[in-house]
């Protein structure tokens, strides 16, 4: 091991004066080169999680075609590719900027727009972290995207999907992470505890989805004249099976990765991701057992994704035995969460608000409540403080943003367009061209 260490610091010597351009090596001392080691160790680290992160996208995607009917998958799949498309452009051009920009305020940033804080004799530790920003600003948009499934118009989508990346996400971002880079948020000053956003992501993204599903009504059918509600079940359960064990991995991204640093704290944080997934899949499998005869899958499957959601605040500052306890609190409060919502009629085809808003707010007070160092009645102060402000700033902004978008360019399809499918009337495809189902049967 020891002549490993040397051969590393050796090869940093040497990629030392490259990077510096000498014409002889420069001799290095054994900290320099083990600095230098660790920075690139960082670099990689970073970009691995990011490219972990990314790959949740695939995920998204897949929860969100299975969990609902074949007639609008292709939609669905539209609908990330372009949430991580157009995503990366105004988050490049304008979001970024919002979000870790210089600030005086503590309110949003007003620097660093179209990435220009890169110059290409600069630090380019900026381009690194901004792609491990813009895979967050993606998952955030994309939440949004399956709590409005099945009939929303594709050109609104894109409208919200900008706004979201652009806007609603990195001011709130800012409030509770702008120091990470060169801003400063008025929340993290309180001493706002959100390690890899539970909130800040999450419950970003669960809030607006929250507003976007209002605004847009219920899919045709959900609900009968009489109150009761009409299930509406997903075409391909392997397909969301799938995407989650995808999210899953992806989150070993998403949390450890939000270090941004190479170390053994990392190892921590992978084992609580780990075990409040699975003590969520756990307890939502035993509520939706109790509570429908059966161990239903979709509830079991949401289980793992709340749990995870909700560790992500606390994942760097709770015990093992306290993600177990966080874990399995959101795997029973997503099941009775996806109840309590269909009962006052908002109609969430994959449960987004549930897992998202509620158990991202659920992960955040327990990131304070269970908090390795003590907690103290400020720090629960602070924690439901950042939880009301998140909601108090991205519902109403959203709401606001549906309605003007319903109000202008129109966000929900036609009757006619809806019970005929998306894919067909949206993008003039089938995901599944060799079967052929009549609109009647899939409606």
Same mark, same amino acid.
């Given at each position: 091991m020891k002549s490993l260490i040397h051969v590393i610091i050796l090869m940093a010597m040497a990629a030392g004066s490259a990077w510096a351009g000498d014409e002889a090596p420069t001799a290095l001392s054994n900290k320099e080169a083990i600095g230098l080691v660790q920075d690139h160790a960082n670099y990689l680290w970073t970009l691995i999680a990011a490219a972990l992160v990314f790959f949740m996208q695939a995920g998204f995607a897949m929860v969100e075609a299975g969990f609902t009917r074949a007639k609008n998958a292709v939609n669905i799949l539209m609908k990330n590719l372009m949430d991580f498309s157009m995503g990366s452009i105004v988050y490049w051009a304008i979001g970024f900027g919002l979000m870790f920009g210089a600030s005086g305020t503590g309110w949003f940033g007003t620097s660093g727009f179209f990435l220009s804080d890169f110059t290409p004799d600069g630090d380019p530790w900026v381009l690194a972290f901004w792609m491990f920003q813009v895979v967050f600003a993606a998952t955030a948009a994309t939440i949004v995207s399956g709590a409005m499934a099945e009939r929303t118009k594709f050109t609104g989508y894109l409208l919200y999907s900008i706004c979201v990346c652009g806007l609603i996400y990195p001011i709130f971002g800012s409030w509770a992470w702008g120091s990470l880079f060169n801003g400063s948020g008025w929340l993290e000053g309180l001493?706002?505890?959100?390690?890899?956003?539970?909130?800040?992501?999450?419950?970003?993204?669960?809030? +607006? #989805?929250?507003? *976007? %599903? $209002?605004?847009?009504?219920?899919?045709?059918?959900?609900?009968?004249?009489?109150?009761? @509600?009409?299930?509406?079940?997903?075409?391909?359960?392997?397909?969301?099976?799938?995407?989650?064990?995808?999210?899953?991995?992806?989150?070993?991204?998403?949390?450890?990765?939000?270090?941004?640093?190479?170390d053994k704290s990392i190892a921590m944080i992978f084992v609580n991701t780990?075990? +409040? #997934?699975?003590? *969520? %899949? $756990?307890?939502?499998?035993?509520?939706?057992?109790?509570?429908?005869?059966?161990?239903? @899958?979709?509830?079991?499957?949401?289980?793992?994704?709340?749990?995870?959601?909700?560790?992500?605040?606390?994942?760097?500052?709770?015990?093992?035995?306290?993600?177990v306890a966080i874990g399995a609190v959101a795997g029973i409060l997503v099941v009775l969460s996806v109840m309590f919502f269909d009962k006052i009629k908002v109609d969430d085809p994959v449960g987004a608000v549930s897992v998202h808003g509620v158990c991202g707010a659920w992960g955040t007070l327990a990131a304070g409540i269970f908090n390795i160092g003590g907690t103290t009645a400020a720090i629960i102060g602070v924690q439901l403080i950042g939880i009301a402000a998140c909601f108090l700033w991205t519902f109403p902004a959203a709401f606001i943003m549906f309605k003007l978008i319903d109000k202008t360019i129109g966000l929900r399809v036609s009757p006619e367009e809806e019970a005929e499918g998306l894919d067909f009337t949206e993008h003039g495809g089938n995901a599944y061209p060799d079967f052929e189902v009549s609109s009647y049967a899939q409606s």
């Open positions: 001493g706002f505890i959100d390690f890899a956003g539970s909130t800040v992501v999450h419950s970003v993204g669960g809030w +607006a #989805a929250l507003a *976007g %599903a $209002i605004v847009l009504g219920p899919r045709m059918g959900k609900y009968q004249a009489d109150g009761s @509600v009409r299930p509406i079940p997903g075409h391909n359960m392997p397909l969301g099976a799938l995407g989650v064990f995808i999210l899953w991995l992806g989150w070993f991204g998403f949390n450890p990765g939000s270090t941004t640093t190479a780990n075990l +409040a #997934a699975a003590t *969520g %899949a $756990i307890l939502a499998m035993i509520t939706s057992w109790v509570k429908f005869g059966k161990p239903e @899958v979709s509830m079991s499957l949401n289980g793992a994704l709340a749990g995870l959601v909700a560790i992500t605040a606390g994942c760097a500052n709770v015990s093992p035995a306290g993600s």
